[in-house]
């Protein structure tokens, strides 16, 4: 009768060796699936360069585009001396020092719509935007360095599209047709913003739509982050984990870049109202970092270059898959 083979292998001393020595090198954990990332950024000094608001830049557009004898009621700096004098107005009833929360600010933002609803409806009745066709206004704007972009930002786009996940601009900006024009029109990026209304002729009737999420308009800090919510809702029921990224430079994403995983500031126009708040903000993005889920409080993180969102992805995808 043949010997019979014991249950189990046994190994050479020269494998148990081998073996033994190559134990440490295993990854410890399985790799983790990429989230998702879903990027949402504003556009105005966010995507363009810093200083570069594209709205006044649309609208002396507009004045170089009307005849001698049809220029609008007032001249574009009356337009903005209103909107500074209706919010300091506001303002002076509900001081800085006395908005120590988020629902104090929520509040202050609430009437500060007030003052972009009454800007707007000046603007419209002067006739500003009205007259000329959409393509012609975009066309002089662009001539007058109006697309002074950020370098960057297009490769990490192009990161998080292949990454399969979504990209959308949410903006407070007048035309959403002028900030693809910016964009080089790409495909598969969401473009949230208000418009200006076309007649049958095609020419701008100087009125912009009302189509935003709360009715009214995209036009201030709620409005941004109502949008953000409803995106990230959207991206959630697909099913799957997703890392949301907000990017954006001044007071009005404060409350879209709270929503976000992971807040990201281009300059220093946050710095007053986050010390208000104690808010921290830290500079740079920690490698790997993808926020603290459900935390009440949040630190955003000061970035100076987009390039530095594609180093924070990579940096992501090494620490769950490497």
């Given at each position: 009768?043949?010997?019979?083979?014991?249950?189990?292998?046994?190994?050479?001393?020269?494998?148990?060796?081998?073996?033994?020595?190559?134990?440490?090198?295993?990854?410890?954990?399985?790799?983790?699936?990429?989230?998702?990332?879903?990027?949402?950024?504003?556009?105005?000094?966010?995507?363009?360069?810093?200083?570069?608001?594209?709205?006044?830049?649309?609208?002396?557009?507009?004045?170089?585009?009307?005849?001698?004898?049809?220029?609008?009621?007032?001249?574009?700096?009356?337009?903005?001396?209103?909107?500074?004098?209706?919010y300091a107005a506001i303002s002076a009833s509900f001081p800085p020092?006395?908005?120590?929360?988020?629902?104090?600010?929520?509040?202050?933002?609430?009437?500060?719509?007030?003052?972009?609803?009454?800007?707007?409806?000046?603007?419209?009745?002067?006739?500003?935007?009205?007259?000329?066709?959409?393509?012609?206004?975009?066309?002089?704007?662009?001539?007058?360095?109006?697309?002074?972009?950020?370098?960057?930002?297009?490769?990490?786009?192009?990161?998080?599209?292949?990454?399969?996940?979504?990209?959308?601009?949410?903006?407070?900006?007048?035309?959403?047709?002028?900030?693809?024009?910016?964009?080089?029109?790409?495909?598969?990026?969401?473009?949230?913003?208000?418009?200006?209304?076309?007649?049958?002729?095609?020419k701008l009737t100087g009125y912009l739509d009302r189509t935003g999420?709360?009715?009214?308009?995209?036009?201030?800090?709620?409005?941004?982050?109502?949008?953000?919510?409803?995106?990230?809702?959207?991206?959630?029921?697909?099913?799957?984990?997703?890392?949301?990224?907000?990017?954006?430079?001044?007071?009005?994403?404060?409350?879209?870049?709270?929503?976000?995983?992971?807040?990201?500031?281009?300059?220093?126009?946050?710095?007053?109202?986050?010390?208000?708040?104690?808010?921290?903000?830290?500079?740079?993005?920690p490698e790997g970092f993808v926020g603290i889920r459900g935390a009440?409080?949040?630190?955003?993180?000061?970035?100076?270059?987009?390039?530095?969102?594609?180093?924070?992805?990579?940096?992501?995808?090494?620490?769950?898959?490497?």
């Open positions: 009768m043949p010997p019979r083979r014991p249950p189990f292998k046994i190994f050479s001393p020269a494998t148990l060796t081998i073996l033994t020595f190559l134990l440490p090198f295993q990854h410890p954990y399985p790799a983790q699936p990429m989230p998702r990332i879903i990027l949402l950024t504003d556009f105005d000094e966010t995507l363009t360069q810093q200083h570069n608001d594209t709205t006044p830049i649309l609208a002396h557009a507009a004045y170089a585009l009307h005849p001698e004898d049809d220029q609008p009621a007032h001249s574009w700096e009356w337009y903005e001396k209103m909107w500074v004098d209706d020092e006395t908005r120590k929360s988020f629902q104090d600010e929520e509040k202050f933002a609430g009437l500060v719509r007030g003052v972009e609803e009454a800007s707007v409806r000046r603007v419209e009745d002067g006739g500003v935007f009205r007259g000329m066709r959409r393509e012609e206004l975009i066309k002089e704007a662009y001539k007058n360095n109006g697309c002074a972009m950020r370098t960057g930002w297009r490769d990490v786009f192009d990161k998080v599209s292949h990454g399969g996940g979504r990209i959308a601009v949410i903006s407070v900006g007048w035309s959403r047709e002028w900030i693809g024009h910016c964009l080089g029109n790409p495909g598969g990026v969401g473009i949230y913003a208000n418009e200006m209304l076309a007649g049958p002729d095609g999420l709360n009715g009214g308009g995209l036009w201030n800090s709620i409005d941004k982050r109502d949008y953000v919510r409803w995106i990230v809702g959207q991206e959630k029921r697909k099913g799957g984990e997703v890392v949301v990224v907000y990017v954006g430079d001044a007071p009005a994403d404060l409350f879209a870049m709270y929503e976000a995983d992971l807040g990201l500031v281009f300059g220093r126009r946050l710095d007053y109202v986050c010390e208000r708040l104690g808010v921290a903000i830290r500079k740079g993005i009440e409080e949040r630190t955003l993180f000061e970035i100076e270059e987009w390039k530095e969102i594609g180093e924070w992805a990579d940096s992501l995808e090494a620490r769950l898959l490497g």
